[in-house]
């Protein structure tokens, strides 16, 4: 039973890029929800998706945006790169009819931008 | 912001229970418990949630007082592996929605 993926495990980018990051759930899970982790904090909530449909927002500037796709895939998109957007992006799936809703992580995605 | 309060860091010696306690006193009751760890680097590991009766599983045992205010997590045998940041998460269950709002976290360092 695969778990949570992420990719890319890593990359660089320079400010005012965009930058496209993806997730694949855990077999079963319908749901995706986002999180950033600056270094030496806990994780961030951004947004979460569920039917195609960003269903929750934490409080993230627009530039910060999301899809998910029929296969319940999700990608996380991030315009105009600021260095404090450097972070560990992490995605977790869930679903309310399996796990009991609870949220299983991936390995994130570390994000530097110079 | 983060519902629950813990201890900055803790030491444990390996072999020995570490003991991890979580402070939550404005849980409402519809809200369970939940710990996740987060070795370096690595994303969170969930390891267990109760709502007001202890929980037992192959990684830990989760003890919630009576009155549902506090909760320790139990690692029965802990080894250097275990070493590791702990989240202790206050989160209602309602139709799959709620967010995980983590705080600082416990870290804890297993010694040899």
């Known amino acids: 039973d695969a778990g949570v993926t992420q990719s890319p495990t890593h990359l660089i980018k320079t400010r005012g890029q965009q930058v496209t990051l993806r997730c694949s759930p855990k077999?079963?899970?319908?749901?995706v929800s986002w999180y950033q982790q600056a270094l030496g904090q806990g994780p961030q909530f951004i947004f979460q998706y569920y039917e195609e449909e960003e269903r929750q927002r934490g409080n993230f500037p627009d530039r910060f945006s999301g899809h998910q796709f029929p296969n319940y895939s999700s990608e996380l998109n991030v315009n105009a790169l600021l260095l404090g957007d450097s972070a560990l992006y992490l995605c977790?799936?869930?679903?309310?009819?399996?796990?009991?809703?609870?949220?299983?992580f991936g390995p994130g995605t570390r994000l530097t931008v110079l | 912001d983060a519902k629950t309060t813990q201890p900055p860091s803790m030491d444990c010696a390996e072999g020995r229970a570490a003991n991890l306690p979580c402070n939550h006193s404005?849980?409402?009751?519809?809200?369970?418990v939940y710990w996740y760890r987060q070795i370096h680097s690595q994303g969170p590991q969930y390891i267990i949630h109760?709502?007001?009766n202890n929980e037992t599983n192959e990684m830990a045992s989760l003890i919630i007082t009576e009155d549902r205010k506090s909760s320790t997590l139990i690692l029965p045998h802990a080894t250097l592996r275990d070493t590791a940041v702990y989240y202790c998460?206050?989160?209602?269950?309602?139709?799959?929605?709620?967010?995980?709002?983590f705080g600082k976290g416990t870290k804890l360092t297993v010694n040899p």
């Open positions: 998460i206050v989160r209602a269950r309602q139709g799959g929605s709620e967010k995980l709002v």
């Open positions: 977790a799936s869930s679903s309310l009819g399996r796990d009991g809703d609870t949220q299983y």
């Open positions: 077999s079963g899970h319908d749901t």
């Open positions: 404005t849980i409402s009751g519809n809200e369970y």
């Open positions: 109760g709502l007001k």
